[in-house]
């Protein structure tokens, strides 16, 4: 037996020399695409990421590069499937974990908000169609008027779909924190505006259409 266990190790050893020989000079390149965050997310206590994106709290930016992100499901105390999403931020080494609530997103699956979530674009990449006040509306994580709905969706994250139906609406509710809400309106061009204005200039379109 110790003979045998010799010859594995002599066997191990050699192999590991060639392989390490081998490699010493080619070094492994991963044809991989990177993956980024797809829009502003805020930390919750513990390291947690509502999939309601609560916003209060730590940021971490869109197209921050991650890696090792992946859905799962745990079965609680009482005997409920719970899913989430974790992933690790590459330039801190920081891991968190997303947490889905099907209550509230019953239009959506985690499957789905992780496709959301991340992309394999850059920053750069994201926002290359986007002018100067959006990239910097953001970066600041915040929402201005004339944004278009890709850019306020990297601002603020995906509307909440117990409260927004689709994307293709007008209006948009996001979840500032626990209690509070704000609505985010859309104008005929599909720009950000204040919702007074909208309604406002819809109540002038329809006058206008019954005139003519």
């Not at 944004?147 to 409260?163: C, F, L, N, Q, T």
């Not at 509070?180 to 919702?195: L, P, V, Y």
């Amino acid at each position: 037996m110790k003979l045998h266990h010799f010859k594995g190790l002599t066997v191990y050893f050699l192999f590991g020399v060639f392989f390490l020989t081998g490699c010493a000079h080619q070094p492994v390149q991963s044809d991989r695409p990177k993956t980024y965050t797809a829009y502003n997310m805020w930390i919750q206590r513990g390291g947690i990421i509502p999939t309601i994106n609560y916003q209060v709290g730590n940021l971490i930016p869109a197209g921050t590069e991650v890696v090792d992100a992946w859905v799962a499901e745990r079965t609680d105390n009482v005997g409920r499937n719970n899913s989430f999403i974790r992933f690790k931020v590459v330039e801190t080494g920081k891991a968190y974990e997303v947490r889905y609530t099907g209550q509230y997103h019953r239009r959506r699956t985690i499957e789905n908000y992780y496709d959301l979530m991340f992309t394999d674009k850059s920053l750069a990449e994201m926002t290359v169609e986007m002018n100067d006040d959006e990239i910097e509306a953001i970066r600041q994580a915040v929402i201005i008027k004339g944004m278009r709905k890709e850019a306020v969706i990297m601002s603020a994250g995906i509307p909440s779909d117990h409260r927004t139906k689709s994307l293709g609406d007008h209006t948009w509710t996001f979840w500032k924190n626990r209690f509070k809400t704000k609505k985010i309106c859309f104008d005929e061009n599909d720009r950000a505006d204040q919702c007074e204005e909208v309604r406002k200039k819809r109540e002038q379109h329809k006058e206008l259409k019954g005139i003519l």
